[in-house]
């Protein structure tokens, strides 16, 4: 995997990420790069899409994040965790693990999982 | 943003009640709340027909006619609301407007029979209200 | 036999599932005022929805993946943004003009107040998307919605001359007394309501959720071919029905208690009973895919997990926002807003919305990369890119159309 060179807009940005487990972790909203143009990590989160809108539509995004959300910062997955770069990309780790569930565990806690029958295997 | 802003209230506006500025444009919606309510009227007659024939129950029909009479109403108050512009209009102005107020009186008494439960009145209590129709008709075409 | 039986239930589904609040408004009032002048709207509107919701049944049983994933996928976090922007507006309007749908057709029954239903409604909504498997939900209100058949026979019954009648089909003209912005605003308004974004999104996530692969193309295929067209023919009945009625009659359709009108004349108090059923299982379909459509979309853009094949706890943003479109959508009929204005509006923003929502999905069933063989085929992409120049156009006019003749009057 290392030293690959992409096209980052062709197979990198806005790609799937599938966990470990098969289960979505988000897309890949962003990228760090080093100052060799190396890629260090992908950026995932409301946080780095609002950092590729740019102007004001991505500050609205970023303010309207914060209030929501709460933390400034995307989930972060160091590029050693990839181990599969197809049509979409999987990691080594669960999303758990991630850190990327955040808003999931939200809106699980404060309102669906609070509904009767949530819990039951989905149809 | 504020220019944007403008535009839209412009356009709100223009498309509720202005002001006549000739006698032509009262007379045009003159004539264009003649054919409103004269819809209203025939939907109503339309319904009474469908209660003749045993082909419609009393919890529809109320709702049809209701809606018939509402709107007739609101033409109205619409109409007239609007300044008229001369004495010649002040003339289509009162033709009209007494007219009006036959619709609406001959749907709201047809109303009053549905909700009672009363179909097979129906009929005869909307006799007046077919003259009424015809000359709305007449009214609207002339002031097309 | 099974299979044949599976490919009759799902065109009548897709029969059924054709008209929702949209198409009855709009279909009722164009034949009030015009006539079959306009029925050709509904021919080309068909044959658009039935190309590209094959094309995104395709796209989906293909790619295993939702439309609006592949959207920024392949076009980027902007124009996917607009894309999400767009079609979730529009389908929030729709979802919310649905919902009034619903209670104002249990007000036909009950002559109760529609108001006093809306949250009601609301709650069902939301409830059997929650609980209902989706293949019932579908299958259920798609056939029950097929009581609307009945406005054919109504029209049958109502004895047209058929001459007459192909006559003005086949000849449109602008009927004496209408001026041309109206008729081409309304040619637009029912445009939009034949070619809703949300049926495309509905379907291709559908597809997704029922785990359609390669071997169900076909299925879906006939699905779509046979059901839809013939969905487009209801319409067309609608129309005729009003027509009919009341076009000698100088009536103007403005409610929906207006549109049962000709099936009671017609066919008596039988016949306006499997009207009203299926205006509510119309509407009540429609509203299912809508919400859930909403849903959809914005989990499919930020990478949620989605959909209802999963335990809801496990898509708990994805149900959150359906939850919280249901209940914005609701208390925007609760204001008292006219839905059936509401339902206007919808339709033309729909219209204006088109070229957005569907131009991505020409650009995705055309990408190999995706696709690999089952690509668009080059009968289908000359088809999709014309429909494309059309939606543009329609997309451009609407506004201006709808300023001009102050949105049809």
Redesign the interface.
């Known amino acids: 995997m290392a030293g690959r060179v992409l096209d980052l807009a062709l197979h990198l940005l806005d790609r799937q990420i599938i966990d470990t487990d098969g289960n979505p972790v988000g897309n890949v909203d962003d990228v760090e790069i080093d100052e060799s143009g190396y890629v260090e990590a992908l950026l995932v989160g409301p946080q780095a899409v609002a950092g590729r809108l740019g102007g004001r539509l991505g500050e609205w995004l970023a303010f309207w994040t914060r209030v929501l959300q709460g933390g400034t910062e995307p989930t972060r997955i160091p590029v050693d965790l990839l181990t599969d770069l197809g049509s979409h990309i999987t990691v080594a780790r669960s999303r758990t693990e991630l850190g990327a569930h955040r808003n999931e565990d939200r809106a699980r806690e404060y309102l669906i999982g609070r509904i009767p029958g949530g819990r039951r295997e989905g149809e | 943003m504020r220019r944007g802003v403008a535009l839209l209230l412009a356009?709100l506006t223009?498309?509720c009640v202005s002001p006549s500025r000739t006698d032509r444009d009262y007379e045009l919606k003159a004539g264009n709340s003649a054919?409103?309510v004269?819809?209203s009227v025939?939907?109503a007659?339309?319904?009474v027909?469908?209660a003749r024939?045993?082909?419609?129950?009393?919890?529809?029909l109320?709702?049809?006619i209701a809606?018939a009479e509402e709107?007739a109403s609101s033409v109205q108050s619409q109409f007239d609301s609007v300044q008229p512009p001369s004495a010649h209009a002040d003339a289509q102005r009162a033709e009209l407007d007494d007219l009006l107020s036959q619709a609406v009186d001959g749907l709201a008494l047809l109303r009053i029979t549905v909700r009672r439960g009363e179909l097979d009145q129906l009929d005869t209590k909307a006799r007046p209200l077919r003259a009424v129709l015809v000359r709305l008709?007449t009214l609207s075409e002339e002031w097309? | 036999m099974k299979r044949l039986l599976q490919v009759f239930l799902g065109v009548l589904t897709a029969i059924g599932g054709f008209v929702d609040i949209g198409d009855l408004v709009a279909n009722a009032l164009v034949g009030a005022r015009f006539g079959m002048s306009l029925a050709w709207v509904v021919l080309v509107g068909v044959v658009g929805i039935c190309l590209f919701a094959e094309m995104s049944g395709r796209v989906a049983a293909v790619t295993g993946r939702g439309t609006f994933d592949l959207v920024r996928e392949r076009l980027g976090v902007r124009a996917g943004l607009l894309n999400l922007v767009a079609s979730m507006l529009v389908t929030f309007l729709t979802l919310a003009a649905e919902l009034g749908g619903v209670a104002l057709a249990i007000?036909?029954?009950?002559?109760v107040n529609y108001l006093l239903f809306v949250p009601l409604v609301a709650f069902l909504v939301w409830f059997v998307i929650w609980r209902m498997p989706f293949e019932h939900m579908e299958r259920a209100f798609g056939l029950l919605g097929l009581a609307l058949v009945v406005f054919a026979v109504a029209f049958w019954k109502l004895g047209p001359d058929w001459g007459s009648m192909l006559h003005q089909a086949s000849h449109p003209a602008v009927p004496d007394?209408e001026g041309h912005p109206t008729y081409w605003y309304y040619a637009i308004a029912l445009f939009g309501a034949a070619m809703t974004p949300y049926e495309v999104f509905f379907f291709s996530s559908g597809a997704v959720e029922e785990g359609w692969t390669k071997k169900d193309l076909m299925i879906e295929r006939i699905n779509v071919y046979l059901g839809f067209p013939l969905g487009g023919l209801l319409s067309i009945a609608i129309a005729g029905c009003t027509w009919l009625?009341f076009m000698p009659?100088?009536?103007?359709v403005?409610?929906l208690?207006?549109v049962?009108?000709p099936v009671?004349?017609a066919?008596?108090?039988v016949?306006?009973a499997f009207v009203?059923v299926g205006f509510v299982a119309a509407t009540f379909g429609a509203a299912l895919e809508t919400g859930l459509s909403t849903g959809y979309s914005i989990a499919q853009y930020l990478g949620w997990s989605w959909g209802k094949s999963v335990a809801p706890v496990r898509a708990a943003r994805f149900h959150a926002v359906v939850l919280v479109a249901i209940v914005l959508g609701a208390m925007l009929i609760l204001t008292t807003v006219d839905p059936i204005m509401v339902t206007e509006y919808s339709i033309v923003f729909s219209a204006v919305a088109l070229p957005l929502t569907y131009f991505p999905i020409l650009v995705v069933a055309n990408d190999p990369g995706y696709m690999g063989e089952a690509v668009n085929s080059r009968l289908t992409n000359a088809l999709g890119t014309a429909y494309l120049g059309l939606l543009t156009v329609v997309s451009l006019a609407a506004i201006p159309l709808m300023?001009a003749t102050?949105?049809g009057q």
């Open positions: 356009l223009a498309s054919k409103a004269a819809s025939a939907t007659l339309l319904g027909e469908a024939r045993h082909r419609a129950p009393g919890p529809y109320s709702v049809l809606s709107d008709r097309q | 007000e036909l029954a009950t002559s007394g009625v009659a100088g009536v103007e403005d409610h208690d207006q049962a009108l009671a004349l066919a008596g108090k016949g306006l009203i300023v102050k949105a």
